[in-house]
């Protein structure tokens, strides 16, 4: 028996192909493809999340985009409404000014209009009255300690009661102080 398990051994070896150069090519071309698939597939996954914190930073780049704009806008408003005043100003400050019993014509400089959308024109220096008048002497009583007329810090309720102080004091008339 010892010969037929030999012969039949080698009948059985004969069915079957042996393993050659073909079937180690097919499983190396298999595993480069399933490796090269590992890594296209890595690949994508790393592009989505690059592409997600991208996304994500240009939506909160944008929104901040959109804050300073509307704060631009709001800016560019209270500088047109400033210019307006200034140039009210300038016009008012020159035809109100001199002694006070004396009122002078109005300027003779045309104030420019103000356009929206446009910066303001520069003002020449030779427009405004180069001699100011005189100061006025204006006697002011030294401040008692309880005088403190400043709203800054103080809640609304203190700032109202401050503002009638402040007003009183200012309205009164002043102590006449005893002449020798």
């Known amino acids: 028996m010892n010969v037929s398990a030999e012969h039949d051994e080698q009948e059985s070896r004969g069915a079957l192909p042996e393993p050659g150069p073909k079937m180690t090519v097919v499983s190396g071309l298999s595993l480069l493809t399933g490796i090269l698939l590992t890594v296209i597939a890595g690949g994508g996954v790393l592009h989505y999340q690059r592409t997600a914190a991208v996304n994500a930073q240009l939506r909160t780049a944008n929104e901040d985009l959109k804050q300073k704009r509307v704060a ?10 400033l210019s307006e005043q200034l140039q009210f100003l300038r016009s008012y400050a020159p035809a109100h000014s001199g002694p006070p019993g004396e009122r002078p014509a109005a300027s003779a400089a045309p104030v420019a209009a ?3 959308g446009e910066p303001p024109a520069p003002v020449a220096r030779e427009e405004m009255p180069l001699a100011a008048p005189p100061p006025k002497v204006v006697k002011t009583r030294p401040q008692r300690v309880g ?6 810090g103080k809640s609304s309720a203190e700032q ?5 102080r402040c007003v009183a004091a200012m309205d009164s008339p002043p ?6």
């Open 72 to 81: 631009l806008a709001d800016m560019q408003a209270q500088l047109e409404a």
């Open 114 to 116: 103000v356009v929206p």
């Open 147 to 152: 005088d403190d007329c400043e709203l800054v």
């Open 160 to 164: 109202a009661r401050t503002l009638q």
């Open 175 to 180: 102590a006449k102080s005893r002449s020798r």
